[in-house]
């Protein structure tokens, strides 16, 4: 869980994509500027919880279509005026063509749930469950555009199969009939 080679890049493109399509869910300078006075994780968390959770919900979607947005998000970055931003999307571009990221989207969607499901006081995927009264273990989070987790994706500890279930049938160290 976590894992994978560029996971940091391949959060970028997300990220990158979001601006491009989204720019909205950015936080305003101004609101920047006031989280990072704060200097509390915390608060930067809840200013970006809105493009946080875009980022997730994009991992949802079709794989091929996302590749597609990025490129389209880096020509949009690579040809516009802000040189910070071309910058940027030169060296995303870069490394896009030079390393294959999608085995880093597994350990980058899980990042994000764990993000986001702090928030709730959920369970974070590799968090250990009881489920049917058998030990198990939190492998995803579902979501909805909007509020707490919908669900959560977990396996049996000796079973590989990935159950889905609603998150209020978790508990750590309690049995639970789903």
Known sequence: MYDGPG???ALAMLYTVLAHESPELLPTAEARAW???LGEEAAVDVACAPLDRAARLLL???RW???TRVEAALAAGESGSDRRVRDVAVTLGRELRAVSLRGSLGGVRHILDALLVEAHEGHPPGARVRLEGRP???VGVRWSPAGPPTGYEVCLDGDPTVRVVPTDSLDNGQSVLV
């Open 7 to 9: 996971r940091q890049t």
């Open 35 to 37: 989280v990072g006075d």
């Open 65 to 67: 279509r996302l590749w």
């Open 136 to 138: 198990a273990t939190v």
């Open 60 to 62: 949802d979607g079709d």
